[in-house]
């Protein structure tokens, strides 16, 4: 069964810098892209960022583009994304989801990131 | 980017009716290796998105036959017949043959 589990969310101040994981199992983690897609309350999705499966190609939304970084570790089975600058537009529920083509097969129960001063 | 316009934003629906939701994308969704590469995604309340249906007619594992799609180039659409309580939620359009990927605004499906 695949599973995916996000974790370091919180509130934060503007200007500050957070990291979100994303443990996967249940499959080959090393095999699958990855992304990454957020939720602001009450709002629809957006998808944010995707990194391939040997992370040699990266691609971001412009609204994160040059604050935030999506990486992985294959022998961690982790997604990693570490937000910089982060603003109160950033405010979300942040989602992983397994790569399938031309979208996302699996997605993560979320993490709340607030940002707020 | 491609803009993915649903309608209606939401719907009311007896059990046992059928709903329908439309889904129009700003350009062709077919893409260059000829597939069409448009999903509906489901997201119960508090509950983190589902994918339901890929490549516009296939279902996911595990997805009832109530549920099914259609649709081609620029409109599409995803009908429930026999709907149950369990499918009360948000349902969004989502296209993936073009970076970025965009989703519709979302389809509020409530239960009269």
């Known amino acids: 069964e695949v599973q995916l589990v996000e974790s370091g969310g919180g509130l934060v101040k503007p200007g500050s810098s957070l990291k979100l994981s994303c443990v996967a199992s249940g499959f080959t983690f090393s095999s699958y892209g990855m992304h990454w897609i957020r939720q602001a309350p009450k709002k629809g999705l957006e998808w944010i960022a995707l990194?391939?499966?040997?992370?040699?190609?990266?691609y971001y939304a412009d609204s994160v583009k040059g604050r935030f970084t999506i990486s992985r570790d294959n022998s961690k089975n982790t997604l990693y994304l570490e937000m910089n600058s982060l603003r109160s537009e950033d405010t979300a529920m942040y989602y992983c989801?397994?790569?399938?083509?031309?979208?996302?097969?699996?997605w993560g129960q979320g993490v709340m990131v607030t940002v707020s001063s | 980017d491609i803009v993915m316009t649903q309608t209606p934003l939401s719907l009311s629906v007896a059990i046992g009716q059928s709903a329908s939701i439309s889904c129009k994308s700003s350009?062709?969704?077919?893409?260059?290796?000829?597939?069409?590469?448009l999903n509906w995604v489901f997201q119960s309340p508090g509950q983190s998105p589902k994918r339901l249906i890929y490549q516009v007619s296939k279902l996911d594992s595990g997805v009832p036959d109530r549920f099914s799609g259609t649709g081609s180039e620029t409109d599409f659409t995803l009908k429930i017949s026999r709907v149950e309580a369990e499918d009360l939620g948000v349902y969004y359009c989502?296209?993936?043959?073009?970076?970025?990927?965009?989703f519709g605004s979302g389809t509020k499906l409530e239960i009269k």
């Open positions: 989801a397994k790569h399938s083509p031309g979208g996302f097969d699996y």
């Open positions: 990194i391939y499966y040997d992370s040699s190609n990266k």
């Open positions: 989502c296209q993936g043959s073009y970076s970025p990927l965009t």
């Open positions: 350009q062709s969704l077919k893409y260059s290796d000829g597939k069409t590469y």
